[in-house]
């Protein structure tokens, strides 16, 4: 083929692909995701089904939302996770599912708050206190709520018959991860188990719990009735499921989208607020005709056996209890809600500053300190495969080994620290476990530099051991420049959630999200360079290096 025949093929393909983006959209439909963790026959996910179409119709077709039901994505706590991350737009999930990462949340699943949903749904759209809280998850975590869907009250299903307050015999039964519902059933005189939603039908039909509570709507759904058949209709908690969307997701949304997913959200709440409701008889028939029994327990012993709750949380939450009893009080007996500022009501014992500057002067100090120290070449420490270390790198990888350390030294002492001050002294250092998980997450990425600077990560070489010396040093070198690319595909993805994550606290230590994910650009940063350094070691033929690769 000649040059102009070339030139010609190249045209065409030129104008052929013009015209591919000629017959394209003037606009590219945006996919969104939901996720949730109930049956795909559950009230949850009739309205996430009518969510997405109300979406489609309100944004003229630019939004489009698809569902997974059944954990099909993530569990609860791990959607939020995904949220937080930006890798998920929307999750309904119960409003304790969000305490752990805003303390102040656990109160809403307070026992008998509530005595029926016309109540409910007052608290949650009209209370101050309730608005309060959910401005504070948006700041703090990152994740807005949007509307209220309808779950129900929680009721019990068991294997057996469930006792009144004081005459169990400590039997296990299961909760899911909340501060409140465990120490309600330890109330009641049951041992609560904390179980995966997806485990729980196994563990009723083994004997693990005797029983689980859960709205009739899940119970239903997840057929837990027919391994725990005895359902006790003590409407204990109630229990609605914030609708929330991930702030980085409602930050890309023209407002024209944000009015039309808003509306999208407010709209299938309602809906699903009149379906739990007027379902519940049905749903309680339908078991009954498959086997199940329905029980009515009389509530007065276990609503006094909760007064051990509130003093607990009391003594964690201090006057926000009171203030979201006096909405409920004047929700139960039809008075008008008060109105005005409240006092900042998030009570999560955030960190001192004087304990923050001293633990970032003394990271601070440790990591010059200990690049001084660790220079000394001591055995296990400055042992290397490669003898042409320069100082440069000696010092810095030094410095990163004694953090690690440091690191994993902190950790063991506030996990002791605080598990003994929680069973000791009855007190919850509420930052403890937070600091252990941001220092356990630069360990890691630091653990991997030490690993790369030392050349011990993991290596299947055998069939590279069988090429002749100047093919695997062509092998290793090739395999030095793909991880490079790896690394630094890591960094800039990093240094993007990072940047992505400086406008959100962590919760207890008050210190932007964004510091935590820094470990991740930082550590690929620093193993970039350690590999680079291999890389050019190799293209020189660095013969101690060949003979450890």
Not at 163 to 191: C, H, T
Not at 291 to 314: C, I, M, N, W
Not at 371 to 393: C, H, K, M, V
Not at 440 to 458: D, E, K, P, Q
Request: glycine share 6%; net charge neutral.
């Amino acid at each position: 083929m000649n040059a102009r025949a070339q030139n010609l093929g190249l045209v065409a393909w030129l104008i052929a692909f013009a015209l591919l983006l000629a017959t394209q959209p003037a606009y590219a439909k945006k996919i969104l995701t939901l996720s949730h963790t109930n049956g795909p026959t559950a009230t949850r996910q009739i309205a996430s089904e009518e969510f997405a179409r109300l979406v489609s119709e309100y944004s003229e077709q630019r939004l489009e939302v698809r569902v997974f039901h059944s954990g099909q994505l993530a569990n609860d706590p791990k959607a939020i996770e995904l949220m937080k991350l930006g890798g998920l737009d929307f999750t309904i999930t119960a409003t304790g599912s969000y305490a752990p990462h805003y303390p102040n949340l656990n109160l809403l699943t307070l026992p008998y708050l509530v005595d029926n949903y016309e109540q409910g749904w007052r608290l949650y759209d009209e209370s101050p206190w309730v608005a309060q809280q959910f401005e504070g998850l948006a700041k703090k975590t990152g994740i807005r709520v949007l509307a209220t869907w309808e779950a129900g009250f929680r009721q019990f299903t068991t294997t057996i018959p469930l006792a009144p307050p004081g005459e169990s015999n400590k039997e296990k039964m299961r909760v899911y991860p909340n501060e409140s519902l465990r120490s309600m059933v330890e109330a009641f005189g049951y041992n609560p188990v904390i179980i995966p939603a997806p485990e729980v039908y196994l563990a009723l039909q083994q004997g693990t719990v005797v029983g689980q509570e859960n709205p009739l709507d899940t119970i239903y759904s997840m057929r837990f009735f027919e391994v725990a058949p005895r359902i006790s209709l003590t409407s204990h908690i109630y229990s609605p499921t914030p609708f929330t969307v991930a702030e980085s997701t409602w930050k890309k949304l023209s407002e024209a989208d944000k009015a039309a997913v808003k509306r999208a959200a407010k709209e299938a709440g309602d809906f699903s607020r009149q379906r739990v409701k007027e379902s519940e008889p049905r749903l309680l028939e339908e078991m009954v005709q498959r086997g199940a029994s329905v029980h009515r327990p009389d509530l007065k012993p276990f609503q006094e056996a909760v007064t051990s709750v509130y003093d607990q949380a009391r003594d964690r939450y201090g006057n926000q209890v009171d203030l979201l009893l006096a909405d409920s009080q004047a929700i139960k007996t039809g008075e008008e809600l008060p109105t005005g500022p409240l006092e900042d009501s998030y009570s999560s014992q955030p960190i001192s500053f004087p304990l923050s500057l001293s633990l970032s002067l003394g990271g601070l100090i440790t990591f010059v300190v200990g690049s001084l120290i660790l220079n000394s070449r001591t055995a296990w420490l400055s042992e290397y495969p490669a003898g042409d270390e320069t100082p440069l790198f000696r010092y810095l990888g030094n410095a990163i080994d004694w953090t690690v350390i440091w690191c994993g030294f902190a950790i063991v002492i506030l996990m002791f620290g605080n598990v003994l001050s929680r069973f000791v002294f009855k007190f919850d250092v509420a930052w403890s476990s937070e600091l252990s998980v941001f220092l356990m997450i630069w360990a890691i990425f630091l653990g991997g530099v030490s690993a790369t600077r030392r050349r011990s990560h993991m290596r299947v070489a055998e069939a590279v051991n069988l090429l002749p010396q100047g093919a695997q040093r062509w092998t290793n070198t090739i395999a030095n420049a793909a991880s490079s690319i790896v690394l630094l595909l890591l960094l800039l993805s990093g240094l993007r959630i990072a940047q992505a994550n400086l406008g959100q606290d962590l919760v207890a230590l008050g210190w932007p999200v964004g510091f935590q994910y820094a470990a991740l650009p930082v550590g690929a940063g620093f193993a970039l360079l350690f590999t680079l350094r291999d890389l050019v070691l190799h293209l020189r033929g660095s013969v101690e290096l060949e003979q450890h690769s």
